[in-house]
């Protein structure tokens, strides 16, 4: 079985701030299968970052994802009121087929 | 493309509940589709998978021989038949569109309380 790590748990930090979100799998994945999510309260989570790297439609470029084999990060450069969330990692094609992490909740300091 | 859940509610323990999801805007029949739960304050859980034309489905372990998804293509829905529920299949259940590994589709959920 897959299992995705996800640190720190929580981060507080200011708007304006970096945010470094990390996820770290149990067994290399694919880099083809990591994606990102952000889950605000009440909602569904929405697709950020697809293939570790590709942003998905409409995500503005202060996301940005890297990484490969068992470490992957995503990276929001410019914190905006709108990004205080929770985001997940997700992996498809292991055992079982999806997993994600536990998410990390990026919350105003 | 949207999806809406459908079916939630209060059931025993022990009970029976079935889940529905109603899909529009792409060609349902093209697409693999996922349940995917989240329990009241906690993260998201996978818990099945079915693929474009039933051939294949997937299960967590967490629900295997408990729960099985279908699916009707020719009325673009999905559905999960949820048996012998337990407490902590408590939670709000969202259908999902998986593309290519990613799921870029969710619903906005159904909540299903398992309580006596």
């Known amino acids: 079985e897959i299992v995705l790590t996800q640190s720190p748990g929580t981060l507080s930090l200011s708007p304006g701030e970096r945010a470094t979100l990390s996820c770290r799998a149990s067994q290399s994945v694919s880099s083809s299968y990591l994606a990102w999510y952000q889950q605000k309260p009440g909602q569904a989570p929405r697709l950020l970052i697809y293939g570790a790297s590709n942003r998905a439609a409409g995500i503005p470029d202060r996301f940005s994802g890297s990484g490969s084999g068992t470490d992957f990060t995503l990276t929001i450069s410019r914190l905006e009121t709108e990004d205080f969330a929770v985001y997940y990692c997700?992996?498809?094609?292991?055992?079982?087929?999806?997993?994600f992490g536990p998410g990390t909740k990026v919350d105003i300091k | 493309v949207q999806l809406v859940e459908s079916g939630g509610g209060l059931v025993q323990p022990g009970g029976s509940l079935r889940l529905s999801c109603a899909a529009s805007?792409?060609?349902?029949?093209?697409?693999?589709m996922n349940w995917v739960r989240q329990a009241p304050g906690k993260g998201l859980e996978w818990i099945s998978y079915i693929s474009s034309t039933s051939g294949t489905m997937h299960y967590a372990d967490s629900v295997k021989g408990r729960f099985t998804i279908s699916r009707d293509n020719a009325d673009s829905s999905l559905y999960l038949q949820m048996n012998s529920l337990r407490d902590e299949d408590t939670a709000v259940y969202f259908c999902a569109r998986l593309l290519a590994g990613k799921i870029d589709y969710w619903g906005q959920g159904t909540l299903v309380t398992v309580s006596s």
């Open positions: 997700q992996q498809f094609g292991g055992s079982p087929i999806i997993t």
């Open positions: 805007g792409f060609t349902f029949s093209s697409w693999g």
